[in-house]
T-cell receptor, first 115, second 113 residues
Framework: EAGVAQSPRYKIIEKRQSVAFWCNPI?????LYWYQQILGQGPKLLIQ????????DSQLPKDRFSAERLKGVDSTLKIQPAKLEDSAVYLC?????????????FGDGTRLSIL | AQSVSQHNHHVILSEAASLELGCNYS??????LFWYVQYPGQHLQLLLK??????LVKGIKGFEAEFIKSKFSFNLRKPSVQWSDTAEYFC???????????FGGGTRLMVKP
């Protein structure tokens, strides 16, 4: 099966600019996740969708980060405006459905560098 | 909220040595436990998982992990490592409703040929 697709792979922007990342989950996966992985740390969950609804966004910095999954398939994560501390790899993952005892499958991530 | 602690940040072993990576978590309820691996230049991949049943779980590539509920631990083991096991290993825990997968800080393993 095709894996989780993310684009772009790399992005370099200046602070205060805006940036958007795109994710297409594995076909048929109802649950989609966005993680932030800062260098030297484990991934941190930002937001979790079940179909097109938000399950958990408690760790999403809502003053600058937003995410949507309008049709319950692919998703975008946006940062506006970016800060230096947002430099990280942004990972998207999907699973069959929440609570299904199915593990998450991860994409390759987008490496974001803020100048 | 749950948290995960991995005791070793960097481990260096010679080929054929035995491996044990520590993982402890804190959470008051029932949990699902995972080990993920990230090989250089690749995405995170599931190594093994525990949801219920036998606390000794076997994963891919000869890895296994043991869930000890009384110690809140889920240590990863392999009896004989290979150079190809060089990677970063992440322990993770989620509540049994499938929410809030929380990762540890990772252990970077280097196996010398």
């Amino acid at each position: 099966e095709a894996g989780v697709a993310q684009s772009p792979r790399y992005k370099i922007i200046e602070k205060r600019q805006s940036v958007a990342f795109w994710c297409n989950p594995i076909s048929g996966h109802a649950t989609l996740y966005w993680y932030q992985q800062i260098l030297g740390q484990g991934p941190k969950l930002l937001i979790q969708f079940q179909n097109n609804g938000v399950v958990d966004d408690s760790q999403l910095p809502k003053d600058r980060f937003s995410a949507e999954r309008l049709k319950g398939v692919d998703s975008t994560l946006k940062i506006q405006p970016a800060k230096l501390e947002d430099s990280a790899v942004y990972l998207c993952a999907s699973s069959l459905r929440q609570g299904s005892n199915q593990p998450q499958h991860f994409g390759d991530g987008t490496r974001l560098s803020i100048l | 909220a749950q948290s995960v602690s991995q005791h070793n940040h960097h481990v260096i072993l010679s080929e054929a040595a035995s491996l044990e990576l520590g993982c402890n978590y804190s959470y008051g309820g029932t949990v699902n436990l995972f080990w993920y691996v990230q090989y250089p230049g690749q995405h995170l991949q599931l190594l093994l998982k525990y949801f219920s049943g036998d606390p000794l779980v076997k994963g891919i590539k000869g890895f296994e992990a043991e869930f000890i509920k009384s110690k809140f631990s889920f240590n990863l083991r392999k009896p004989s490592v290979q150079w190809s096991d060089t990677a970063e290993y992440f322990c993770a825990v989620e509540n049994n409703a499938g929410n809030m997968l929380t990762f540890g800080g990772g252990t970077r393993l280097m196996v010398k040929p």
